[in-house]
């Protein structure tokens, strides 16, 4: 099928149709509004499920229910409209449903403003909702790369019955790309084992995230965290670009991750030993492909944009083994490719120094200073 | 790394996003490889509005850029914001209509064009986007003009296609003034 010219927001709703989603409820915020707007138009269209809820919490709650129909269901919002739903998501994480939940990000916290951030990687990465639960998270950075993920990640959360985030930020949603849109998908016709969908003939089922005594809660979440073991063990997806003999190995992800191959290009085009690793799952994190990364390379450089969340996961893995840099720019600001390539060719010069003892706090100090350069 | 930037800043209503739109449409047409990014927010009419595309041979890393290979300014906020940012050896087309100065830097090629009053004197100052547009493609031939022509009959919204020969003119026009009034960087 030929390329054609999407939103990025339009192009994940028209994803999410074709991977067979039946039930979409939502309530609009920017930067995600035109997937809700895509969706009112294409669902009904089709006689699924759309509803604008009054407000994220029933939208959550609708996709709880729904989600229990063993139905393919999803929502997306924004920041503060994910924060909103965090209840409903750790109850459809605690009745163990799959579903998928896409979060457009933008500049906080509170109200922040619409502009595009990295800021909700430890709340769409480590959980966010209340309690012993593990989401899968994808990040992709392409509007293709969105589009190909949503199929996954319902396919995930169907195999695992798990809650599937999707990080892309305000970037990714407004911009145009080209892009291949998959094949519609045939619907699911009969339910899974475990849905309920009538109980006319069988014993009932019941679903509920209600474990009042505690062996009870505790053997669930056992179950939860054995399930995210073999998730750990088989779904790590990631991308690199000339990582093989890089000196320099920059990781990052999403909008800071195509920012930085451009930079990472035109490093190479210099002579510069530089390379770029990008995380598709951060949860699961690819600890083991980024510890060989750690070997291979002189030093790494992680690139965001927020104050170096996914950085503390990073160095974590790395334990000091190799010498950590990190370079963010916050509240809702993108960085440019020459930030980054300015960085590459600052530890260019640097590459037989000390490690530095806090790459977060030598950071701040660089972005002062940039700071003051720009007003 | 062949790849060309274009920043279209103007007032909102000036038509700057849909003209990068166009241009982005008419990149796939061509078999390139293009992104369109708007500055996106609480905007309406007489407020800011801009876009970039990039058209490249290669997969494109950043949507975004700090110098761009061309800039069209529509008014003279973005003359202001982008004249310095501009590539050395790269194309500004500004709206001189909107300014009461000269862009004037000698690095680049610089075209002056009195969009506004050529569009209105084809009838209709909606148009001045794809003047402007017309003259950008005369200098920095990035795309070919019938390309570009084809992408609008393509994506020009229903109730507006009574307006396509309009608009055509309109580019036309652009390019043969950009054609005239600077001949030696053609």
Request: include cysteine.
């Amino acid at each position: 099928m030929a390329k054609k010219l999407y939103k990025g927001n339009e192009a994940f709703a028209e994803a999410a149709i074709r991977a067979g989603c039946e039930g979409f409820f939502g309530y609009p915020i920017t930067p995600s509004t035109e997937f809700l707007e895509y969706m009112a138009k294409r669902m009904p269209e089709l006689g699924r499920a759309f509803v604008q809820a009054e407000s994220e919490v029933a939208a959550i709650n609708m996709v709880y229910g729904a989600a229990c129909t063993g139905k393919r269901v999803m929502t997306a919002s924004s920041s503060p409209g994910i924060s909103l739903m965090m209840e409903g998501i750790s109850y459809i994480a605690g009745t163990e449903l799959p579903c998928v939940v896409i979060n457009v990000m933008r500049g906080g916290p509170g109200l922040g403003n619409i502009a595009p951030s990295q800021g909700d990687y430890y709340q769409m990465v480590k959980g966010g909702g209340h309690g012993d639960y593990f989401p899968i998270a994808l990040a992709p950075s392409t509007v293709q790369e969105a589009v190909d993920s949503i199929a996954l990640a319902f396919d995930l959360a169907e195999k695992y019955r798990s809650i599937v985030h999707i990080l892309v930020d305000g970037n990714l949603g407004q911009m145009m790309e080209p892009c291949e849109m998959p094949p519609m998908q045939p619907l699911r016709e009969t339910p899974p084992d475990w849905a309920v969908s009538g109980a006319k003939g069988r014993e009932k089922r019941i679903l509920s995230s209600i474990y009042i005594d505690p062996p009870d809660e505790e053997v669930t979440n056992l179950r939860l965290l054995k399930r995210w073991m073999e998730i750990e063990a088989s779904e790590v997806r990631y991308d690199e670009l000339h990582t093989e003999d890089a000196e320099i190995a920059i990781i990052a992800f999403g909008t800071a991750g195509r920012v930085a191959s451009t930079a990472v290009r035109q490093a190479r085009a210099e002579g510069i030993k530089a390379g770029l690793f990008r995380p598709i799952t951060l949860a699961p994190f690819p600890k083991k492909e980024i510890a060989a990364l750690a070997k291979r390379t002189k030093r790494i450089l992680v690139v965001e944009m927020n104050t170096g969340m996914m950085l503390d996961d990073v160095s974590r893995v790395i334990e000091g083994k190799v010498p950590i840099e990190f370079y963010g720019r916050l509240g809702g600001v993108t960085p440019l490719p020459d930030e980054i390539y300015d960085e590459i060719m600052r530890i260019s010069h640097n590459i037989d120094a000390p490690a530095p003892e806090n790459p977060r706090m030598e950071w701040v100090t660089r972005l002062e200073k940039i700071l003051e350069g720009e007003n | 790394m062949k790849e060309t930037s274009i920043i279209i800043s103007g007032f909102g209503g000036q038509g700057t996003l849909f003209a990068g739109q166009l241009l982005t449409y008419a990149a796939l047409d061509y078999d390139k490889v293009c992104t369109w990014i708007p500055s996106y927010g609480p905007e309406m009419r007489g407020g800011t509005a801009h876009c970039t595309v990039i058209i490249s041979d290669e997969q494109i890393g950043s949507p975004l850029v700090r110098n761009p290979n061309a800039v069209i300014a529509m008014n003279l906020p973005s003359l202001n914001k982008y004249e310095p940012l501009i590539k050395t050896g790269g194309v500004l087309i500004a709206n001189r209509s909107l300014m009461d100065r000269d862009a004037d830097r000698a690095d680049i090629i610089t075209l002056n064009i009195p969009g506004n009053e050529m569009a209105e004197e084809l009838g209709n100052s909606r148009i001045t986007n794809m003047v402007m547009l017309g003259a950008l493609l005369q200098l920095m031939p990035v795309l070919p003009m019938e390309v570009l022509k084809t992408a609008l009959d393509h994506h020009m919204p229903e109730r507006n296609r009574k307006y396509l020969p309009l608009n055509y003119q309109a580019l036309e026009t652009g390019a043969k003034f950009a054609a005239e009034n600077l001949k030696e960087a053609v």
